[in-house]
Every structure is written in structure tokens, then in C-alpha cells.
């Protein structure tokens, strides 16, 4: 049994492959994932902001990314919530980043494997000289 710290809170607690933090703590999340949860099946809420499901829930923005990016909360009923883009944190309702990154990401990729062939073609263009030992004794 391996023994760590609970990311939240710092208790020890047993580590758990699909969870880094203590029995405390995930009960407390799956309470407020269960607030967040109740409050977006209510028709009246499925168009509410990210603003409006933190007031009305007292569950944090950053709980409900967590939930977000772990499956739990499907945006595509919910239109009006969006979580950061991994990299400039840009509202985005799919994936980790948004279509600017993704699109910058491309290209870099582009430019790296353009490089990568250039380099490759270079090499094989290179010659190289056999020296024979008896021939040059001989000069």
C-alpha cells in the first residue's frame, strides 16, 4: 500500500490510482458535482453561465472544469459554459485547446517536420571519402 498526500488537502491518505485525493475530499466533490449536477437538469438552468451556476451552486469554477474535462458535465447541452484553453485560456466547450492554438500548433508542427525532411535530405546528400591506408603509405 502506498501512502500519499491529498492534493486538496494535505491529509495522508491511501493512494488510489483514479483518484489523487482523500475519501474526505471526494465525498465533498461528489456533493457538489451532485449540486452542479441537479442544478443544470433543471430546464430553467441549461442556458446558465459559468457565472451563474458558481453563484446558484456554491460550487467553485475550478470544481466545475474538473468535472468538465473529466466527462462528467457533457457541454453540448449546455451551451452558455465553456472551460480555458490549456494554453491561453480562452473559453472552449471541446478538447484542450481552442481553434487559434490548434491552428499555431499546426503550423509549428509544419515548420518542425518541413526541418526535419530538410535535415534528413541533407544527410542523405553527405559522401563520404574512404581513405585506403596502403594507398596513401605508397605516395
Not at 458535482?33 to 446558465?48: F, G, H, I, M, Q
Request: with cysteine.
Amino acid at each position: 500500500m502506498d501512502v500519499a498526500n491529498c492534493s486538496k488537502c494535505s491529509r495522508l491518505y491511501i493512494k488510489n490510482p483514479v483518484r489523487d485525493i482523500c475519501d474526505k475530499c471526494y465525498k465533498e466533490e461528489e456533493t457538489a458535482y451532485d449540486k452542479v449536477s441537479t442544478y443544470l437538469k433543471k430546464r430553467e438552468n441549461r442556458t446558465a453561465t459559468m457565472l451563474q451556476v458558481v453563484q446558484d451552486t456554491g460550487v467553485s469554477e475550478d470544481l466545475i472544469h474538473k468535472f468538465i474535462k473529466k466527462g462528467r458535465i457533457k457541454l453540448v447541452q449546455f451551451p452558455n459554459l465553456t472551460y480555458p484553453c490549456e494554453t491561453c485560456g480562452n473559453p472552449i466547450q471541446t478538447g484542450k485547446l481552442c481553434e487559434q492554438c490548434l491552428t499555431e500548433l499546426r503550423k509549428d508542427l509544419e515548420i518542425f517536420e518541413r526541418e526535419e525532411q530538410r535535415q534528413k535530405e541533407l544527410e542523405e546528400r553527405k559522401v563520404y571519402f574512404v581513405v585506403d591506408e596502403k594507398f596513401r603509405k605508397h605516395q
